[in-house]
């Protein structure tokens, strides 16, 4: 595809430089190869002597929204919270990176319109993960103090659906990982409860380390407690990893991650359907109590 930030010109073997042509006509502020040009009108228009350009125009300023939906509970003091986000990479559609968390998320949240929880049940689906974690960030930064202290725990689903999974849990456990930020205290209480379903149902899981790289990041920097599901991005599946979950050692948990072939072919449904159950369970679980987490 097109790489609009690099600005490029194109020259007489085709290829594309980052300097301007002297004497080009006008200002060259982002250029970029033509695309869809044949070698021949390539090589003419690159020809020495040509002021042939290409201009495209710098990056634009959008807005985008975060969509927020509440099931008031009988305490709405108390708020259960998850998230997941709703943009993909401009590369492709997103439908693992994440239609997959979106759509569980969406799912759970449908199936529970009726209930009338203890706690207050918040569905979040951010804008601008892929632009660095903006609509979750926006979002905390927005709340007040007592806003934040409401949010009893923060729940993250990004990419639950992945070709070539492994189930893994964000890691309360600093021992484990070393964790670029502190995990607030009561973070493994959410994880308990993922991975005694996962024990339940007879699937095996692995912890992961918060990385900072979703939405949970702005969560855990406010000292709210946090997990979350994931099953696996651009890492290597191993062979002992291979032998327990099956699929192919070697390759990416996500061959597509970030690229156009991230449809709806590149989705296991096997994933898909044990962690969408999962996403509900833990919301159910928690809109009766968050004792557990928060004592
Ligand atoms: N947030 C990453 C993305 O959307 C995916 C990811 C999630 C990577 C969790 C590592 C850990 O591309
Ligand atoms: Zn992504
Ligand atoms: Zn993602
Ligand atoms: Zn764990």
Redesign the pocket.
């Known amino acids: 595809g097109n790489t609009p930030e690099r600005s490029g010109l194109i020259v007489a073997d085709g290829t594309s430089v980052d300097e301007p042509i002297p004497g080009a006509p006008g200002p060259v502020t982002h250029g970029i190869p033509v695309v869809g040009a044949s070698f021949a009108d390539g090589a003419l228009l690159a020809r020495a002597g040509s002021t042939a350009y290409v201009q495209v125009l710098p990056a634009e300023t959008r807005t985008d929204y975060n969509v927020i939906a509440e099931l008031p509970g009988k305490n709405t003091d108390n708020v259960v919270m998850a998230g997941a986000?709703l943009d993909s990479?401009v590369e492709g559609p997103g439908i693992n990176?994440?239609g997959s968390g979106s759509a569980a998320l969406l799912e759970t949240a449908l199936m529970m319109a009726n209930l009338n929880p203890e706690n207050t049940l918040r569905f979040a689906w951010w804008a601008g993960?892929?632009q660095g974690l903006v609509g979750s960030a926006d979002y905390v930064a927005g709340l007040s103090e007592a806003e934040r202290d409401r949010i009893a725990l923060y729940m993250n689903y990004?990419?639950v659906g992945s070709p070539n999974y492994i189930f893994m849990v964000y890691d309360a456990d600093e021992s484990t990982f070393e964790a670029p930020v502190p995990v607030p205290a009561g973070s493994e209480a959410i994880e308990d409860v993922y991975e005694a379903y996962y024990t339940k149902i007879g699937e095996p899981y692995e912890d992961?380390e918060f990385?900072g790289?979703?939405d949970y990041e702005a969560f855990i920097l406010a000292g709210i407690p946090s997990s979350g599901l994931?099953t696996g991005?651009e890492e290597i599946k191993t062979p002992e990893q291979e032998r327990i979950w099956g699929g192919e050692a070697g390759e990416q948990f996500d061959p597509c991650?970030?690229e156009a072939c991230d449809t709806l072919g590149n989705v296991d449904l096997h994933a898909l359907e044990v962690n969408s159950d999962l996403i509900a369970f833990a919301m159910l679980t928690f809109a009766y109590s968050t004792d557990s987490v928060n004592g």
């Open positions: 986000h990479v990176d994440n993960e892929e990004d990419m992961t990385s790289r979703s994931f991005a991650y970030h």
